[in-house]
């Protein structure tokens, strides 16, 4: 019986990829495997008879239908309250930082240090999108600063394909610490009283250096495929100067607010929601955007709502999530019983697996955990791989291949169609090369935490 389960649930998980592949929504996708993966090891467990497995998952299939309801569909969604509330407070900073004017004062500074050469103008483009989106989130921040950054890539000369790449890889690439990112991934890693199994602190330990090396990639990219063309100074302040007349410009002493949160956390272990309300403040103060009570309180709850709504689409998909976490706690025995002698036990086998296939991130595929990856984590999760080695071997594809380069993504459809390129020469570059630094990268959560 545990083998027909077994069965059963992997049918199951290759139709939540065909599913995902195609375009179907991923919050009622995920939901109904939250229900299939609680009714097949219910019923496996009242019917099954094998002695050997009833004994060695004892106190898993004793659960009754009570338990297992109350598990899944209740306390589930009630762990990620705490995940909840990071989400809503860093998308109100990041509201605050593009509203004062600050993210766009940074580029477009940015943008006159480049001077007339274009491959270090974009460069510096990269690093400074990299810096905001290590605090930013949300597809209304990134579509704010593209409409700024790509028309002055492409007014220096930089193709277009090349453009769009290089400003969705940065986004990515400030992702890897990003607060607000964080508390989505930590969803994945909670214990059985609701609090994450995986801290930020464990995060930012390689998240660090992930964000490095994608930058890295991404200036290699531009110094090779860029094609030097010469542009004069007046046109890339011409361009700065049309930007300028889109947004008011923030003072020197603010340009330091993206970083605060992160900063603060890292270096002082100020707590993160603190860390996003002491940065908010600090660039409203230095802007001059606090000016008296009632309009400081207008200001605030406009924000907040506006950064509500830039996290919206994804706090349907996230509560349905735990729902199918827990639900795939269920099935444990049942995917032990049939893969536990397939799947290596082995993390240097499954760190080059999934290097080797890290385009199966793309499309919303079994790589990315904002796909059918969770179905994925909780396979792996059966066969007992710490989460120390198996949240950064699963972040990596999410972050790289469908949060910087997939076109499922909703900002990066946007980029492609703002930028006027082709589906087909965005993805043959951007899968590319983002395929390389997955595979760097998971050579670097090997030697870490292989």
Known sequence: MEYVVGILLLISFFGLVVY??????????????GVIWTILPMIGNTFVTNPEFISANKDAISITWTEA??????????????????????????????????????????????????????????IV????????????????????????FMSLGIPKVLATCAFMLSVGAGMFVNPVLYGQYSAFFLGEDGKTLYT????????????LIQVVVVIVMVLVLSKQKKVHRWAVVATAAKQRRRADNAPGVALIAPIIPVILLIVFHVPIIL??????????????????????????????????????????????????????ELCVPYFNALLGGIIPNNT????????????????????????????????????GFSTAYLAPLIIIPSTVMNVSCCITQSWIIWGVNYSKVSTKEYLKLSAGVGWIICIILQAMIYVMFG
């Not at 995902?20 to 495997?33: D, E, P, S, T």
């Open 275 to 328: 860390g996003f309300i002491l940065g908010s403040f600090y660039a409203l103060f230095t802007c001059g955007k606090i000016k008296n009570w009632s309009q400081t309180c207008r200001m605030i709850n406009k924000d907040f709502f506006d950064g509500v709504v830039d996290t919206a689409p994804l706090v349907g998909f996230l509560l349905m999530l735990p729902m199918f976490n827990k639900a795939a």
């Open 348 to 383: 240097l086998v499954i760190s080059i697996v999934f290097a080797i296939i890290s385009l199966m991130g793309m499309f919303r595929g079994p790589l990315t955990l904002f796909g059918c990856g969770a179905a994925t984590l909780g396979i792996l999760k059966g066969i």
């Open 20 to 33: 995902a592949v195609r375009g179907g929504n991923l919050m009622l996708g995920i939901f109904v495997m």
């Open 200 to 211: 930020y602190e464990q995060h930012i330990s390689w998240g660090i250096y992930a964000l």
């Open 129 to 152: 999108t990299t810096a905001c989106f290590s605090s930013i989130f949300g597809a209304g921040a990134v579509v704010a600063i593209g409409v700024i950054v790509l028309p002055i």
């Open 69 to 126: 309801l109350n598990k899944v569909f209740q306390s589930g969604p009630e762990g990620w309250g705490s995940v909840l509330v990071n989400v809503v407070f860093g998308a109100w900073f990041g509201r605050v930082l593009m509203n004062t004017g600050i993210a766009s004062t940074l580029i477009r500074t940015t943008t006159e240090l480049g001077g007339d050469k274009p491959a270090i103008t974009c460069i510096l483009l990269c």
